[in-house]
């Protein structure tokens, strides 16, 4: 079963920023918190993740709460392409575990 | 990212036909590779670990006779569904590990990519 809990639908404007909460209040010291999205008939694709520190890339920023019960990712100018189911995943670094997927969250940009 | 492809893209088939889809790591080499299906409106369910040179892991429920999976490369995976019905129409998902490290042996990334996926279709 998924260890994580995120709303099952968000709208958010186009241009301005997304923020995708999930709850982990379960998760080992030694998982990180993976997000991934799915657009439509397609692949998940790999976004970010993190341990306990905030994290950036060119996709997406991850906050990560300090008792690491909940982590935000936030889509800073959201276009309509970033309309997907976005996963929250918590899962060990290492090893051959395989993610578990729960339902995520529906993002719709609207224009 | 690292780049995961499969093919084929999207297939249709008659009932009690085989089927082979191969998942491949392009820039990478993945020693473990993950097999999902998806049914519509639902999200992803592992149906299998595959790890190269060994036999694959299968979960609770999956069977490993109907779904045969090889292996055989760092850099490639294949899933075969044997005598397929039309309750095995899905989207069929691979993952490969990117688990590279530097020459010190210091992992640099652990990280699932996912391919396109494959739709079979059975009828």
């Known amino acids: 079963d998924a260890k994580t809990t995120q709303p099952p639908s968000m709208d958010c404007a186009e241009g301005r920023a997304a923020n995708l909460p999930c709850n982990h209040s379960?998760?080992?010291?030694?998982?990180?918190v993976y997000w991934y999205r799915q657009i439509h008939s397609q692949g998940p694709q790999y976004i970010i993740h993190?341990?306990?520190n905030n994290e950036t890339n060119e996709m997406a920023s991850l906050i990560i709460t300090e008792d690491r019960k909940s982590s935000t990712l936030i889509l800073p100018h959201a276009t309509l392409r970033d309309t997907a189911v976005y996963y929250c995943?918590?899962?060990?670094?290492?090893?051959?575990?395989?993610?578990?997927f729960g339902k995520g969250t529906r993002l719709s940009v609207i224009a | 990212g690292a780049v995961v492809s499969q093919h084929p893209s999207r297939v249709i088939c008659k009932s009690g036909t085989s089927v082979k889809i191969e998942c491949r790591s392009l820039d990478f080499q993945a020693t473990t590779m993950f097999w999902y299906r998806q049914f519509p409106k639902q999200s992803l369910m592992l149906m299998a670990t595959s790890n190269e040179g060994s036999k694959a892991t299968y979960e609770q429920g999956v069977e490993k006779d109907k779904f045969l999976i090889n292996h055989a490369s760092l850099t490639l995976s294949t899933l075969t569904v044997t005598s397929a019905h039309p309750e095995d129409s899905s989207f069929y998902i691979c993952s490969a590990r990117d688990a590279r490290r530097l020459a010190g042996g210091i992992r640099v990334t652990d990280t699932q990519y996912f391919g396109p996926g494959t739709r079979l279709t059975v009828l």
């Open positions: 993190g341990l306990k």
């Open positions: 995943i918590v899962s060990p670094f290492s090893g051959n575990t395989p993610l578990v």
């Open positions: 379960t998760i080992s010291g030694n998982e990180y």
